[in-house]
């Protein structure tokens, strides 16, 4: 009989006894007396059909509590023993030129100009040869992926062979940073980062000239890149995939480079040339030599145009001390303004210009932002432009799925975030915008007077 029907009957049944009536409280402690019984029962005797749970691995592993310090220890060197394993699994130097050697030795006529080729044959007997350590990259999916329009079926082995360097360098720099990841998660924590560069900075010709004393301040610099951006949530910490996937630390190793052009060094922002200039920039703007910038100092900013409103904004939004910004606020002010292509510098930005936090821009926070470009414009003695046809403008440009409100996503998608927002938060920006036609027309003259010379 169904454990359902049993227990409906039993409850169903008049009581026996002196007492024939029981309170409400009996029968509910009798019934759920009862639903357990015949439910343990009816669970009982399936156990049978779910015996295969027993065979479930563990998946979950409690991380060691801050008092339990034999654990932790523990913990430490079997993760130090299992990157140590993993790199010696890597290809070093000896083994790298002789896959190399391999490799040509093999190589599949004839030769498209000065560039060896190896067709799939020749590539599986180098495979052979290479050894174990080389085995993951000799398969079909790998020549498949670098198989291109020869007409011979063959792959360049040059592309190849840098293929395998650039396989081997990502794992052995994956390594290297877990060795700074203190708590065995996968991410980086702004103190592991700084610990990390900062023990770098040896390594990297290119920073000889740093003084010492300047360390923590390029450290502090160059951590707040990979912050700004790859951690737009503002966590405190970055995943090592988020890092190696990224071009950031390709453009700090670049550093190695000891024959760097200045062009170079000017444009990489992990530079001694581009940290001093920020850095100095920084000094310039504190003339009350605090080592904090007030809204007044920081209004000074680039060609001092940017409206008193923006600026109001930052100082709302951002982190600041007794009212006043510190260089690791400044930092993300300065990376944001140079990079406002970049997503997650309009993501900083849109934050600013969204006053009612509503998660899209009206034609009131337009207004609200114009309104003191407008104002400088009369203080410059230039005729202001009508907020009308500058709304008109922007919403042609953004292209929003909602007529009436501009996201941020939609800023994105339009490919003109950076030039909506300058309009909006500096003067000499918006002059630029407005006068565009005519500085084209005259970089076009200037460049044909070069020419007629």
């Not at 015949?38 to 592993?61: A, D, L, M, Q, V």
């Not at 700090?252 to 992990?270: A, I, V």
């Not at 410059?380 to 292209?399: A, L, R």
Request: proline share 3%; aromatic share 12%; glycine share 4%.
């Amino acid at each position: 009989m169904d454990w359902k029907e049993v227990l409906r009957r039993r409850l169903a049944t008049p009581s026996t006894g002196p007492n024939k009536k029981k309170s409400e409280q009996e029968l509910k402690d009798e019934e759920m007396d009862l639903f357990t019984k015949y439910y343990s029962e009816w669970k009982g005797g399936r156990k049978s059909t779910n015996e295969f749970y027993k065979t479930i691995p563990r998946f979950y592993y409690r991380l060691p509590a801050e008092d339990e310090v034999l654990l932790q220890k523990l913990r430490e060197e079997s993760r130090a023993v299992f990157l140590q394993r993993k790199s010696r699994e890597l290809l070093d130097n000896e083994e790298l030129q002789n896959l190399w050697f391999l490799l040509d030795k093999h190589q599949t006529p004839p030769m498209i100009g000065e560039e060896a080729m190896i067709n799939y044959e020749n590539f599986l007997k180098v495979g052979e040869k290479a050894g174990p350590k080389c085995k993951q990259f000799f398969t079909a999916k790998v020549f498949a992926k670098l198989l291109h329009t020869d007409s011979y079926g063959r792959i360049s082995i040059m592309q190849f062979f840098n293929y395998v360097m650039r396989k081997v360098w990502l794992h052995q720099t994956r390594i290297g940073l877990s060795l700074y990841d203190v708590a065995g998660q996968g991410y980086l924590r702004e103190s592991d980062l700084e610990n990390y560069i900062l023990e770098l900075i040896p390594t990297l010709p290119q920073l000889d000239g740093l003084e010492k004393s300047f360390y923590s301040f390029y450290v502090c610099t160059a951590v707040r890149k990979f912050f700004f951006f790859l951690d737009p949530l503002r966590t405190g910490k970055i995943k090592i995939q988020d890092i190696l996937a990224c071009s950031f630390l390709d453009d700090l190793l670049e550093l190695r480079d000891e024959e760097l052009s200045k062009e170079s060094q000017e444009t990489n922002w992990f530079s001694a040339p581009s940290a001093l200039r920020v850095y100095g920039q920084y000094l310039n703007l504190d003339k009350d030599h605090n080592g904090m910038l007030s809204k007044e100092e920081l209004s000074r900013y680039g060609t001092a145009t940017m409206t008193n409103v923006f600026l109001d904004r930052v100082f709302q939004e951002c982190l600041t001390y007794d009212g006043e910004m510190d260089y690791k606020t400044y930092l993300d002010f300065v990376l944001a303004l140079e990079n406002r292509k970049e997503p997650a510098a309009l993501q900083y930005i849109f934050k600013l210009l969204d006053i009612e936090n509503k998660g899209y821009l009206n034609v009131f926070s337009l207004n609200y932002f114009f309104r003191a470009i407008q104002e400088l414009m009369k203080i410059h003695g230039q005729d202001p432009v009508s907020f009308q046809d500058v709304k008109d403008e922007i919403f042609d440009m953004v292209k929003p799925k909602d007529p009436l409100k501009i996201s941020l996503q939609d800023l994105i998608n339009s490919n003109q975030g950076d030039t909506v927002t300058t309009i909006l938060i500096d003067l000499n920006g918006f002059w630029t915008y407005e006068n565009r036609e005519a500085l084209v027309a005259n970089d076009s003259e200037n460049s044909g007077d070069l020419d007629d010379t």
